[in-house]
């Protein structure tokens, strides 16, 4: 009797497993009938991938499959890429924090050059450095199907922003690019800005978390004088200045097609955010709907300028006295900013806390705890500072000892795994 064709490749996972000598993933099994897959930390590894790529060879049911942090490497990246030259289901594929390695990254390029139903591309988390950026950006000036990229992250520098920049210029399709947690400074900066400047399509851009400074800031900004799709910016954390932000405000008068901006957890200080609130006022063409000033000390003279801009239109400023309104499910965890904040400069847990614990207690007051977090510049806000103190103080006894500390991570794991 001739079998029964499986269109979701389930009877050829369980073959591929038990020929690799893996334990089939239970959770890969009983959803690989969905159109979402969502498989981070799963420890696939790449056997894992091995086997779950066969069998997506033939499924037609999955169109965004998640494969965050499974340590598939570049055997297992290089696996994923080519089966996306078989594949024209899967629409969005995430592979970020997974060490693909730059031979992952060729056969990615390959990829892009040949896939033409690929939209969004995470690959964020994977240390990628310049050459990868100009591995990547050849190819996308071939592809004319993908829409959004997350490069967050990574080790690019100023050098990448030549690629991306000419990438900015001739792309037509890339609509959300995200190059946050790089190493990009004022020079990368000046290149991108060149980049938007003649960008048609582009829609979102994330630079939060990189080192543009006054001058980077200021190039950006100009860019956006000719730009005329641009509606997401997000310039946070990345040391810029009132001057940067003056360069800024009066670019803000004469563009009308951003919607947010984003400055948050900068040097600003109360005269240039004014000057932000200031320049939306004066443009009667603006279309911002959301300003972040979140980590700025404001006085009373930028609430007079908030509450009369507020008059002319709606608008969500956001500063600490006055946190973004977001949803549960949508709230930032701390634990995760703080996370990323040891990530980027290169310390233990252990260290920051003895930072904190000043008489080698192994415990911090609850005072002490903000304190230290603000002078170690993590880059949470008042409000981000307090939710972490509500979490960690679980007794509500003024005290953090070390272990709770610690626990941040594996409570990280623990949340993300729960949304599986």
Same mark, same amino acid.
């Given at each position: ?21 893996? &334990?089939?993933?239970?959770?890969? %099994? ?41 340590? $598939? ?7 994923? /890429? ?10 969005? =594929? ?14 990615? /390029? ?41 490069? *967050? ?6 050098? /990448? ?5 000419? &990438? ?5 399709? %890339? *609509? ?14 000046? @290149? ?31 860019? %956006? %004088? ?6 997401? =910016? ?26 947010? &901006? ?16 200031? +320049?939306? @006022?004066?443009?009667?063409? +603006? ?17 007079? $300028? ?115």
């Amino acid at each position: 009797m001739k079998s029964q064709y499986d269109p979701t490749g389930r009877t050829l996972y369980r073959r591929a497993c038990e020929k690799l000598g893996i &334990v089939p993933a239970s959770y890969f %099994l009983r959803h690989m009938i969905e159109p979402t897959v969502i498989m981070s930390h799963h420890g696939l590894g790449p056997l894992g991938i091995r086997a779950m790529a066969l069998a997506l060879i033939y499924n037609t049911k999955v169109t965004n499959l998640n494969i965050r942090d499974n340590g $598939i490497g570049e055997e297992g990246g290089e696996i994923m /890429a080519k089966l996306l030259r078989e594949n024209y289901y899967i629409v969005e =594929l995430d592979m970020s924090e997974n060490q693909l390695g730059q031979s992952t990254i060729v056969e990615i /390029a390959e990829t892009l050059k040949e896939n033409n139903t690929l939209t969004k591309l995470g690959l964020a988390g994977n240390s990628l450095d310049d050459k990868d950026a100009e591995i990547l950006c050849q190819a996308l000036l071939m592809n004319n199907t993908l829409t959004h990229l997350d490069l *967050s992250s990574n080790k690019f520098s100023n050098k /990448a922003c030549e690629f991306f920049a000419k &990438v900015l210029d001739e792309n037509i399709t %890339l *609509s959300e690019l995200d190059l946050s947690w790089n190493h990009i400074q004022a020079k990368g900066g000046h @290149i991108l800005g060149k980049g938007l400047r003649g960008n048609v399509k582009l829609k979102s851009l994330n630079l939060a978390w990189n080192g543009l400074a006054a001058e980077g800031a200021k190039a950006i900004a100009g860019a %956006l %004088l000719e730009n005329g799709t641009l509606q997401v =910016l997000d310039l946070s954390s990345n040391r810029i200045p009132d001057a940067g932000a003056f360069s800024i405000a009066r670019c803000l008068e004469n563009n009308s097609s951003l919607e947010v &901006v984003r400055l948050a957890k900068n040097n600003l200080q109360n005269n240039g955010a004014c000057a932000i609130l200031n +320049s939306i @006022i004066k443009n009667g063409d +603006s279309r911002i709907t959301k300003v972040d000033l979140a980590g700025v000390i404001v006085k009373d003279e930028f609430h007079f $300028i908030a509450e009369e801009l507020k008059k002319l239109k709606e608008i969500e400023i956001i500063t600490d006295e006055t946190p973004e309104a977001r949803s549960k499910q949508d709230e930032p965890d701390p634990a995760t900013l703080l996370r990323n904040y040891i990530a980027k400069e290169h310390v233990l847990v252990v260290d920051l806390f003895r930072k904190l614990d000043r008489d080698g207690s192994m415990q911090v007051s609850v005072k002490e705890f903000a304190e230290g977090l603000r002078k170690s510049n993590v880059g949470l806000t008042q409000y981000e500072v307090d939710r972490m103190i509500d979490i960690l103080d679980a007794d509500k006894d003024g005290e953090i000892d070390y272990s709770e500390f610690v626990c941040i991570q594996s409570d990280w794991k623990s949340e993300e795994k729960g949304k599986r």
